[in-house]
């Protein structure tokens, strides 16, 4: 019988080689598991104080909207007690100052604090609505549009509370290009509330110029350009989107000209309709008109 006498050292070497690299590249393997592991336990840190916030802070907003949807179906319940619907106002006020508390830098605080402005606005309640409002201002949102928003009613709020001077210092604040009309055209209402007429009738061409270069009406404040005495540019007519074919004069058979008639009495009652109409606005436009010189004589 022969025995395998060679075998024995030659396996010890090769487990001792096997050893000796295992524990050069333990160190490589360690790192890779540690790495593996903070990886993992960083994204689940990350996710739990970044991403699940904002869900939290999405799922208080929906809340709250749904709230404020029972507010108003409340106030146009004639039955309700003026106390019942307080409550609500309250609840709804309540659950607002948690969401901001809560999450005080997330769009949905910005979004509730206006939600609860406007509560405020139509409640009369001016004072509370710029204070709402200037804490919406707070709010780091890094977009200059929603600010200047913000800014806009800020302002309007302030001028509905009747601190004229807070509301000019707000409106004079730069905006975007964008927002340029509308605060010309709050500018010419603070300015006629201090009895500047010079100046609140250059806010307002300001701001109906710019409109004009948008092809862009406004009929509120055109009245308001109108109150004071001011006749604005006509307003140019956007182009039509799809422009229509021309039509030939041998292409006309009897049934078009029998459908032309047709036409023609159906615009007839049309015109005679529009006409009452037009008189309607018309008269609302005058009591609107003389309201507001009235309002005007009164300061």
């Known amino acids: 019988m022969v025995s395998n006498s060679n075998s024995s050292p030659r396996s010890g070497n090769d487990d001792a080689q096997s050893i000796a690299e295992l524990k050069h590249y333990a160190g490589y393997i360690i790192a890779a598991i540690v790495l593996a592991l903070a990886g993992f336990f960083g994204f689940r840190y990350w996710q739990s104080h970044t991403v699940s916030p904002d869900i939290e802070a999405a799922q208080a907003y929906s809340a709250i909207q749904q709230m404020n949807d029972k507010v108003a179906l409340a106030e146009q319940n004639p039955d309700l007690q003026s106390s019942a619907l307080q409550a609500e106002r309250s609840a709804l006020a309540t659950q607002v100052d948690k969401l901001v508390t809560a999450y005080p830098d997330s769009v949905y605080a910005w979004q509730a604090l206006l939600l609860k402005a406007r509560q405020q606005a139509d409640s009369e309640d001016y004072k509370g609505a710029s ?21 806009l009613r800020y302002a309007t709020t302030l001028l509905a509370a009747g601190d004229v001077d807070a509301a000019l210092s707000a409106a004079s604040k730069e905006m975007p290009n964008a927002f340029e009309p509308s605060k010309q ?115």
């Open 131 to 151: 204070e709402t409002l200037k804490r919406a201002l707070d709010i780091p949102l890094k977009d200059a549009g929603l600010t200047a928003m913000t800014q």
């Open 185 to 299: 055209e709050l500018l010419g209402d603070i300015y006629l509330q201090q009895n500047k007429t010079q100046e609140a009738e250059r806010a307002y061409e300001n701001a109906w110029n710019l409109l004009v270069g948008r092809k862009e009406d406004r009929a509120i404040l055109r009245l308001k350009m109108e109150s004071i005495g001011i006749m604005p540019q006509e307003m140019p007519k956007k182009p039509a989107l799809i422009a229509s074919a021309p039509v030939s004069l041998s292409d006309v058979t009897v049934e078009n000209a029998a459908a032309s008639d047709a036409n023609i009495a159906s615009e007839n009652v049309t015109d005679e309709s529009s006409t009452e109409a037009e008189q309607t606005v018309d008269a609302a436009s005058d009591n609107q008109i003389n309201d507001s010189s009235v309002e005007s004589t009164g300061q």
